[in-house]
């Protein structure tokens, strides 16, 4: 037996330059049941004889040293029947700083069953096979004083864990630990392993299939199977067609928390929890293998959603049918005069005299009906245009983040809820994928149906509210794109993706507030050109907030986004012409002086209506700028906020115009808002309480992860999912009937505002 370690003990000690001639190589047969004390040096080594024992479980070697150096250490050689492990005492392991390296003096390794092939084999099933198995474990030195070494030889009785029940373990830098599962013929073929941790310390867990060797130092535990980062919970769901007929599971605590902090994120952060340990870092982990939903169940829940949301629209769809009908819209005066567009520019003098105006009607700002007709279809054809371009990138990439996934096992890539995330189709999250089926079932629904408004109201020169049903087919086709390129960017979110989630929703927004303007101004209002324009510009300032969201970006965004609102502000208030109006201002100073008539508003309305929108704006970006430096928001995600608000904020001021203007709502415009307002209100509630955080690193967003709560497939994002696309097509419906009440009233008594 000697003979087999003369070749290792002379390579290292005719290194060192020790004669290997006056090394004594004390040879002992040890025992199981006991630890051991050795005193050694370089001339003094111990090699220990484990007898043969049968029992399926592996052993773990522990073994620690008082006074062994790091230059000096104790070299430990397990030999098993087909491989050899070594390792150090004391370990040294390598932080997130080069700099910087933690001593460990307590180690440990658990030895890869030489009989695994045999345990994974079909018929074994936990605890029915016993094998064969022996140790020799060699113990060295160069160090030339005399340091002690125990070791410990230990059965792990709890390797082989079963379904649904509870196991705890401690681990440390330099004592991982590792079981094993088995998919047995009955189990499920996708279980999720939940873990929790007592405390934050940065814990990496790896799934890796059932050969030897496993993978379990901080510096390998990455290059096979899946892995991710975790410091007080985490799960993974796993299959037993990658990783059949089992699978280990493997724990490792890292040295420092870099890798579950913001020391790793990728987002520029203000303020940072970076710090290294210098004491003895070690976790008790509490772990559980739990089924997940079966095929029967996954299949319920699919098509149950499909069928769901299919009858809403069928239902949904026959009340418009019904309402277009035998609505408000039904009786309006079919009989229209043929439609021509008045292409006489107005003079200097019509323009002071209609800015001078303190009531103004539409028939002023609706002098050619053909030519706002074609100005709303540009939307359409634009929006067309940007969902293709901008489409195509976003599938490639999302498809190309999951083939990643599945190459290099790392889950810290995406920011999935991995309590309720469903693999299906090759994707690791099948369910928040599937979850944007209703905005694009909703979108198409609203598209059918603005085709079916247009048979019962035509385009009209004197009567009602100037249809623009290109603007409200952009409408329609940017909640289907919406639910594309969410459901794009569910295949793998994360901080580098998030604007594919968030960009038509700001066209939405904005949209919304465009048809809302468009009604009493269709005339001035802005072109399909400019309004993408600077919805591209948005978009932009969201990826630089994102990429890099310092607190210039910030304060760059509010002087810029001041500047927008203070220009809007002179267009909407001077009727889009603001030369003339600020010069009709100056002749009237100079003819009456600094007079407080002068600077008195004309369209008082108008006027305050300015005012409150500007200073919610003001307060909001300043809310921005406070909360931004406590990390508590993002710049997409206050950009969106802004963007809603100010929708909500021109339906609420021109529902209240019309009121206060005599108008009345319809019946459908108040049952539409009735359900938008309830799918909003039941939505927000999901919203809110969110199960992922990608402003945070991986495994800071793992402790918001919750489990599912619908059909044991649907989490409360996916619910948000399926409740905000009704919402949006209730409000996009309740925009569109808004007017409805007066559809046949002469454009010369319907007020502007």
Known sequence: MVKQWWPILFIIYNVQGINITSIVIDQQVASYTEAVTYEINATYQVVLFYPTIETPNPFRVKAWSPDAQANLPVLVVVQQESSVTSWQVPLMVETSRRDYVLKFSNTSKTMCHDQMDSIVNPDFSTGDLTVAQRFIVGLSTSSPHTVSISIEMEEEKDFYVELDKSYSVSVSPSEPRYVFYKF????????????????????????????????DTNKDIKYEGVYQTINLKGALTITRKDFDPGFFLIFVAKPD??????????????????????????????FKIRPTVTRREYIIATIGTLVTLGAIGIILTILSLVLNRFGTISKSDKDEPPVYDCFEPLSEFAIQDLLKKDILTVNYLARQPRRIRKRSYNYLSHILSIAVFYSIPVVQLGVTYQRIINASGNEDMCYFNFLCAHPGLGFSDFNHIFSNIGYVIFGILFNFVVIDRYTIIKIRKTKGIPVHYGLYHAMGVALIIEGLLSAC???????????????????????????????RHPDINASAYSTFTIVGVAIFLAMLGILNGGLAIWVVF??????????????????????????????EIKTRGYSTDVFLPIRRGRFIFLLITNAVNLGLLIAGLCVYPQNLTDFGTFLLGLLMANAVLHAIFYTSMKLIHGERICFEAVCYGLLSIAAWAAASVFFLDPATLWTVTPAESRQWNQN?????????????????????????????????DIVDKDQCEIPVF
């Open 184 to 215: 047995l013929e009955d189990a499920p073929d996708i279980v999720i392993v939940d873990v929790d941790s007592e405390d934050d310390i940065c814990l990496v867990v790896s799934v890796q299939d059932s050969r030897c060797p496993v993978f």
């Open 257 to 286: 928390n870099a890798d579950c902090t913001e020391g790793s994120s990728y987002l520029p952060r203000l303020e940072t929890n970076f710090h290294l340990s210098t004491q003895n870092i070690t976790t008790s982990i509490t």
């Open 489 to 519: 960017y569910h295949i793998c979110p994360s901080q580098s993706n998030y604007q594919f989630d968030t960009s038509f929703m700001y066209i939405m927004a904005v949209l919304c507030m465009v048809k809302l303007y468009q009604n």
């Open 558 to 587: 509010a002087v810029s986004y001041t500047a927008l609102c203070i220009v809007l502000s002179f267009k909407i208030y001077f009727l889009n012409y603001v030369v003339n109006g600020v010069k009709e201002l100056h002749r």
């Open 708 to 740: 599912c709560i619908l059909l044991g497939f649907y989490d409360k994002h996916d619910v948000w999912h399926l409740l905000s696309a009704p919402g949006l097509y209730f409000t996009f419906m309740y925009l569109m009937c808004l007017d409805d």
